[in-house]
């Protein structure tokens, strides 16, 4: 059960300006970013049409304490989120009830309008694993923990045994790091003047091919 809801009244006040700010940015919805919440950068990160990241902590107790801190500090906010209770105690999904057209997670196990879910590993790594629609942003918001957390820093700096994960890329030189198309700005569209008319209309950007993602890091960020 979630019973911290009271711990970040005071942080979220002197910070939700900022991320609301984010979040109008386009049809990107900003969430804060884990990684400065828990104090660690993630120990592994990848994938494509969606994004998941794992964060690992030095005990079974501290990575509980991270997850449920966290899930209260998204389900509180006024981030129009909502989470579905699925009588899961490991693993909590969020559908997105807000007025931004926020790309769905790839799940076909789940009717609802999901765009992230979070994972409690704590029997197994103590880690927590959060995935998340490309069309969320992670903003470092200044909230913070009370009782900063025990983390496990990742082993090593850069990959070994010639894996390369998207944490050890360098920042994509083409969308600077935000993983959208350069051309449309992440919307998928852009508009189109009818010749001899006064009108425009919308078309898929020939760039992205109506992705709304980078054509050169395929919206990771990273390359």
């Known amino acids: 059960m979630m019973k911290r809801r009271s711990l970040f009244c005071l942080v979220l006040s002197l910070s ?3 991320l609301c700010a984010a979040a109008s940015a ?10 400065a919440y828990f104090g660690v950068a993630p120990n592994e990160s990848g994938g494509s049409d ?5 964060y690992a902590f030095q005990t079974e107790e501290e990575c509980d304490r991270a997850f449920e801190e966290y899930a209260a500090l998204l389900e509180d906010g006024p981030f129009d989120l909502k989470r579905v209770d699925d009588d899961s105690d490991w693993l909590y999904r969020f559908d997105y009830v807000g007025p931004l057209d926020v790309e769905k997670l790839d799940d076909r196990s789940w009717d609802g309008n999901e765009v992230l879910k979070l994972a409690n590993f704590s029997n197994a790594g103590a880690s927590v694993q959060i995935t998340l629609s490309s069309g969320i942003i992670m903003v470092d918001s200044g909230i913070r923990p009370e009782v900063p957390f025990k983390v496990r ?3 090593n700096s850069v990959s070994s045994n010639d894996t390369v994960y998207e944490w050890d890329k360098p920042t994509c030189s083409v969308c600077s790091g935000s993983g ?13 003047w009818v010749a001899g008319t006064f009108e425009y209309v ?4 020939t760039t992205c091919m109506g992705s709304g993602k980078c054509y050169q890091c395929g919206g990771s960020g990273r390359h």
């Open 16 to 18: 939700l300006l900022f």
């Open 26 to 35: 386009g049809d990107y919805l900003a969430l804060p970013d884990p990684g």
């Open 50 to 54: 969606s994004i998941w990241m794992t």
């Open 153 to 155: 820093e990742p082993k």
């Open 180 to 192: 959208r198309c350069p051309k449309c700005g992440g919307n998928g569209t852009v508009k189109k």
């Open 202 to 205: 919308d078309q898929n950007c």
